[in-house]
């Protein structure tokens, strides 16, 4: 059997898209900095439930009024799940406390290694990935 030049282009192509999510994924050590942990109170306004890490983005409001959106890179939804959280865990509207770790950039980005309720309640207690440090 013979494959033409156009089957090729399209398998390469069909390749390239798919497997574009590795592309994004990263190890901690490349994108945060354990030197700097951070803790961050604020509403949750957006929850990504995506591969390779769940987003989640966070309105806090600082001494003076001032609101900045935060960033925040959590696992895989797989390694989530297994840490008995779900996408309906924490919903858009909720006031958290968010510690983790500064982004080295500086950017509102940090990686979420615990989050708190507004009641206390820690809903989750996981990092995003093998290599980052113990839960603060």
């Known amino acids: ?5 156009w089957a090729l282009v399209t398998l390469a192509l069909t ?3 798919l497997s574009a999510p ?4 990263h190890s ?5 900095d354990r030197k700097k942990p951070v803790t961050l109170y604020g509403v949750l306004t957006k ?8 987003r989640m983005y966070l309105d806090v409001t ?3 009024g001032r609101i900045t959106s935060w960033e925040l890179e959590l696992a895989s939804p797989n390694s989530l ?3 008995g959280w779900t996408r309906h865990s924490a919903q858009p509207g909720e006031k958290l406390t968010v510690k983790g770790f500064l982004a080295k950039d500086g950017s509102t980005l940090a ?6 309720s507004a009641d206390g309640k820690r809903i989750l207690n996981e990092q995003s990935s093998a290599d980052a440090p113990p839960a603060n």
């Open 15 to 17: 390749g390239g898209i």
């Open 28 to 32: 901690f050590a490349a994108e945060f």
């Open 81 to 83: 799940m297994r840490a």
């Open 62 to 64: 600082d001494p003076s």
């Open 1 to 5: 059997m013979r494959i033409g030049p």
């Open 47 to 54: 929850l990504e439930w995506s591969n390779p890490h769940t």
């Open 22 to 25: 590795a592309w994004a994924h």
């Open 111 to 116: 990686n979420a290694s615990t989050i708190i």
